[in-house]
Each structure stands twice: as C-alpha cells, then as structure tokens.
C-alpha cells in the first residue's frame, strides 16, 4: 500500500487544548493536498474550519471529549451543535464508569441516542482500549456493533496508550462485519499505519504522518 492509498484512510487530527488557528488552517490545507479522509479538530473550531474549508475536506470532531464522563444529553447537544456548525464526523467517548459498573444496556441506549442525533452523518465511538480489560474490550465490541454507530475507534490518544495490533486483531473478530474500525494513539509512522490497516482498521487517526 503506498502513501497515498494510505492518506486516503487517515483523520488528520489536531486535537491539543493549545491549537491555533493558524495550526488548524494549516492542517486543513495538508487534508487539501494530501486528500486525508477528513481532518479532525476540537469543537470549538468547527465553524471556523467549515468557513474556510467549504466542502473541499470533511470536518470531524470529538464529544465527550476525552474522559467520556459527559451526561447523555452533554453529549446528544454537543453532536447536534457540531452538526449544525459543519461537522460530517463525529468522533464520541464512550463513557467508561458505564462499563466498570457493566451498565451496558444504559451505554448502549447512550451510543444509540447520540447516533439518532448523527442521523446520516457518521458516528465513531472511542472505547479507549488502554483502560479496558480483555472482556470488556469484547463486551464493547458487541455493543458499539448493535448500536447502530459506523465506527469503533481504539484511543483518544489522551490517556495511558494508543492503537495496538493485537486490539485492532480482536476488535475484527468481535465486531460486526458492518461495523469499521478506526485506530488512533501512536501511530507516527506510514509503516505503522500500515500495520494496522493490514490487521482490520478502516481508518487511521494521526496528527504527523505526512510530515514523516
């Protein structure tokens, strides 16, 4: 797979609390170049994106962002409002205090609610993988997949790890066929995205890979 088959499968993503937006306009005009998937971006920033961008790059963003801890109409307001300020992608943190106390059934009303609000434009769920057990991951899979969400995504790249081989290995045998895989946290390399779209991920999430 050369580089750009590849570019076309990744979120160019610049998610710090300390963006500019000469760095976001920046990133928006490597998608441009490079033809990334989308270009993936703090909520605040949307609009200002959308108004450059037109529809030239889709715009993802990120809710409940990065702990996940948000209440379900937090997170079914911030998907609307991203929405309507010209966001295509929605990346969600699921919340994690549901699956310690194995709430399944209130995470999956949760995904569901927040994918009802999405309506055509696609929703990626982050499970955060570093944090989970393996029967958790599993638990997970089975979940995001009956949710009716597009993707499962591994990491925020906020916490402990990112994306590893082995979890892209199992979230594919555990998920729904329809449901896609995202990878994202510490994928700095071409080599390394690679990897990880040859073991089961859709999409790669990175923040550096053309500057490689």
């Known amino acids: 797979m050369d580089k750009a088959e590849i570019l076309k499968k990744v979120d160019l993503s610049l998610l710090s609390p300390t963006a500019t937006s000469s760095e976001i ?23 200002f994106a959308k108004q450059y961008l037109g529809d030239r790059t889709p715009i993802c963003t990120v809710i409940g962002f990065p702990n996940g801890y948000n209440t379900t109409a937090a997170k079914c307001a911030e998907a609307e ?15 994690l205090t549901y699956v310690k106390n194995r709430k399944y ?25 570093c ?34 081989v082995s979890d892209i290995v199992l979230m594919r045998k555990y998920c729904s066929p329809n449901l896609k895989i995202k990878a994202a946290g510490g994928i700095k390399t071409f080599y390394r995205a690679e990897i990880m779209l040859g073991s089961g991920a859709d999409r790669i999430g990175a923040s550096n890979l053309i500057d490689e």
């Open 25 to 47: 306009l920046a990133l928006c005009d490597k998608s441009i170049a490079f033809r990334t998937a989308c270009v993936c971006i703090p909520p605040s920033y949307v609009p």
């Open 81 to 95: 409002d991203a929405i309507k300020n010209g966001a295509s992608e929605i990346d969600m943190m699921a919340n």
């Open 105 to 129: 059934e209130i995470l999956l009303d949760e995904i569901r609610r927040v994918k009802e609000v999405c309506k055509s434009q696609i929703l990626k769920v982050i499970i955060e993988t």
């Open 131 to 164: 944090l989970l057990t393996e029967r958790e991951k599993k638990e997970l899979c089975s979940i995001v997949s009956d949710s009716g969400a597009d993707f499962i995504k591994t990491s925020t790249g906020f916490s402990t790890a990112g994306a590893t």
